[in-house]
């Protein structure tokens, strides 16, 4: 069966390189499950705590196979339809990419955003101290507050904005700072999504060609790609030692081919895989009402007491609790979208909730390639590589939460970007008077 998902997903590829096309976030869609779940090629986990490998079960690859399919089949309708549901276009890759307007003062707004952010960040080292002297993310996460957690979404935004704007070598610098820190925390997923984001804005949507000219014509990219992939994936094992000042634990790990075997055997695509064997293997189910109830986080302010007060358990937090032999240790399992969506009703609620991700996915990039605004576009910038990468370790509410706390963000700049409009202003119009 393995030799299966190597066909659907060989195909998929094949389509994406050949295929003259628009370079969408269907794309990182795309190859994001092709990372998360290339155990399934060849059709073996690791499971935490043991040497061996164990095989994979029929169910798993059926899963899989029908997420691609479906998958699949939204790429193909993206790419040759522009439909209408109530005279609204949701089709978007017949559409034209439209260039963002110069703003000044949105430019502006995001330097006195910064100026926060560091100002969080001032307060998260005087919280945590001196991040090279005691670093453990468990740590950090177990005592984080609201503070430190929108640290990291400004760092992410402010990141992502200053490098789609032209020039603008003062927001790039303060950004590098904010997300250089976060990154020393042990959250490597901002950086990554940031880099997505970037790339995707600079360079989707443009024109229709074959990806693999798209390759071509940025080798030097395509080959920052791919290393930074490896520096990401092989970095976990090591960052706590370099950051704590074990250089020689750092080259002893660096320069054994046992160590990048190892690494690879029970990497994160190795860990989801291994979360959608275990849903599917013990039967685990997730109830309709559970996953309804899910959404009253979305309410600000109130989600975690109505979530408290019902009782409220998350998928993953159950996934953990069945199946976590070493969350004594602080290590969690992060979770799995494809298996908590087949928790629900097997196949029939993971068809439904993937139909929804990609419908979100398509008016989510209708609005970043069409919107004239850099605040806007540094928004879905970040949400989409969220939908389309970061969401297989995930779940639909965990992401739909993250948007909303990236959408406090934009506001937030908004904000500030209207007040400084309001007083530049007034005071042009005084010295006029």
């Known amino acids: 069966m393995n030799l299966v998902i190597f066909i659907a997903m060989f195909l998929l590829v094949f389509y994406l390189l050949v295929q003259p096309r628009k ?11 092709m990372f998360y779940y290339f155990p399934a090629v060849l059709g073996k986990i690791r499971l935490i705590g043991e040497k061996k490998t164990t095989p994979l079960i029929f169910d798993v690859y059926l899963i899989l196979l029908v ?66 002297a005691s670093f453990n ?7 984080s507050n609201k503070g430190t957690e929108y640290l990291k979404y400004i760092a992410l935004y402010s990141f992502v904005y200053s490098f789609m704007a032209k020039r603008q070598w003062l927001l790039k610098a303060l950004s590098l700072i904010l997300i250089g820190y976060t990154f020393l925390l042990g959250h490597r997923s901002f950086l990554v999504i940031g880099l997505i984001g970037i790339v995707m804005a ?3 949507m443009r024109e229709r060609r074959p990806l693999i000219a798209s390759i071509n014509k ?25 950051i704590t000042g074990q250089y ?33 293997n013990s039967h685990m189910t997730f109830g309709f009402d559970q996953y309804f ?19 409220l358990t998350s998928f993953e937090q159950q996934l953990n609790l069945l199946f976590n032999t070493q969350l004594a240790q602080g290590v969690g399992l992060a979770s799995t979208f494809l298996g908590e969506s087949y928790a629900i009703f097997e196949l029939v ?66 904000i500030i970007k209207v007040v400084l409009q309001s007083i530049i202003k007034r005071r042009n119009y005084i010295k006029r008077v």
């Open 293 to 311: 109830l899910g959404f009253f986080q979305l309410i600000p302010g109130l989600g975690g007491m109505l979530g408290s007060a019902v009782g």
């Open 349 to 414: 609620s993971e068809v439904a909730i993937a139909f929804i991700v990609f419908l979100l996915v398509m008016w989510g990039m209708k609005q970043l390639y069409q919107t004239k605004s850099q605040l806007v576009a540094a928004y879905f910038s970040i949400v989409l590589p969220y939908f389309t990468f970061y969401i297989h370790r995930n779940s639909l509410i965990f992401l739909l939460v993250a948007a909303r706390a990236y959408l406090y963000i934009l506001l937030l700049t908004w």
């Open 137 to 143: 993310k468990m740590e950090l996460l177990a005592e």
């Open 248 to 280: 020689d634990l750092v080259w002893s790990r660096l320069s054994s081919l046992d160590y990048y075997i190892d690494t690879l055997l029970v990497s994160e695509p190795n860990t989801i895989t291994v979360n959608l064997y275990h849903v599917v």
């Open 67 to 132: 997420f691609i399919v479906l998958l699949f089949g939204f790429i193909l309708l993206n790419d040759h339809y522009t439909f209408k549901i109530k005279d609204r276009k949701l089709g978007v890759n017949l559409l034209d990419y439209r260039e963002k307007e110069k703003d000044y003062f949105s430019n502006l707004a995001v330097f006195f955003l910064e100026l926060l952010g560091l100002v969080l960040l001032v307060y998260a080292n005087v919280k945590f101290g001196d991040i090279t």
């Open 218 to 242: 940025h080798l030097f990219l395509s080959f920052f790609s791919i290393v930074g992939l490896f520096f990401f994936i092989f970095i976990k094992g090591v960052s706590s030692a370099l």
């Open 202 to 204: 600079r360079v989707g």
């Open 23 to 33: 370079l969408d976030y269907f794309t990182i869609f795309s190859f994001s499950t």
